[in-house]
């Protein structure tokens, strides 16, 4: 089986900041919910791993500069020392060149464009390869509003300002955690794709960061990717989640024509909540297996697990 996933906060444990202080060891083996340990079953494995800006806002340029800078480091020491069986992917041309050597395929995201308050650390996320912006977290920032802070709030224009810059660049924008208003704002300043790399339905479970079905509708019109997230919240307003409710997102979201634009975006070592029966990364075997019972075809589950997020990646990096 082949495994390509739009959101993980690993790195962010790794670095000590750490959203649950769980994860210990390295990317190549740890106490999280990923490792290069775990993810060698799959034959192909591709993650993008996001630059996480933190709960608590941040105040200052300082702190943002300090912050993202360790953060990088954190990345680039990881790949690094995992080189025997990890490539640092900027490009197409190296994502299908990990493939070709049956190594994993590392990207590099930022989750909260908050990180980038300076012109230096703009170019230094460009010049590192950074391909895809969450444009906000939760709360607000100089760049817009998360919808759990006001889901009226749209971009501000040094937000609108940012995503031009950064699409001049190739890089992409996220529009998980960003406010309803501000996603209607991208889509006017900015014609590239758009992705969700973490993000569900709102009609299946009615909660503020998940999409509307206008917002999933547009971004499939523009080509975008929409990742579905195993956070149970995010998921159902139950208390637990097993894999038939993962399942509901996926089935609505392919109702809507969205099969071709569908992936995973799990949101490892992000999240403290799994659906029943899903502890870690190698779960994607049981959501794999729930879903051929369920009636998909072998395509259907490939493009779902690594095709539809691979045609992204060669089409547009």
Known sequence: MDYFDLHCDTIYELSGYGLYRKTRGTLRENGGQLDLARTA????????????????????????HARFTHLLQTAQNAFASCSDVLVHCRTANDFLSAERQGKAAAFLSIE????????????????????????????????????????????????????????AHGIFPDVSHLSERGFWDLMECCSASVLATHSNSRAVCPHLRNLTDAQFTAMIQRGGLIGINLYVPFLTRKKHADVSDILRHIEHFCALGGEENLCIGADWDGCDRLPDGIEDVTGMERLAEALARHGYSDTQIRNLMYDNAKRFVTANF
């Open 41 to 64: 079953r799959y034959t192909h494995y591709a993650q993008v791993f996001a630059l996480f800006c933190g709960a608590a806002p941040i105040e200052t340029e300082e702190e943002a």
């Open 112 to 167: 909260g464009a908050e990180l980038l308050q300076s012109e230096a650390d703009i170019q230094a996320a460009i010049d590192a390869g950074v391909r895809i912006v969450t444009l906000t977290w939760n709360h607000r920032s100089r760049y817009g509003c998360g919808a759990a802070a006001d889901n009226d709030a749209g971009l501000t224009e040094a937000g609108i300002r940012l995503v031009q810059r950064l699409s």
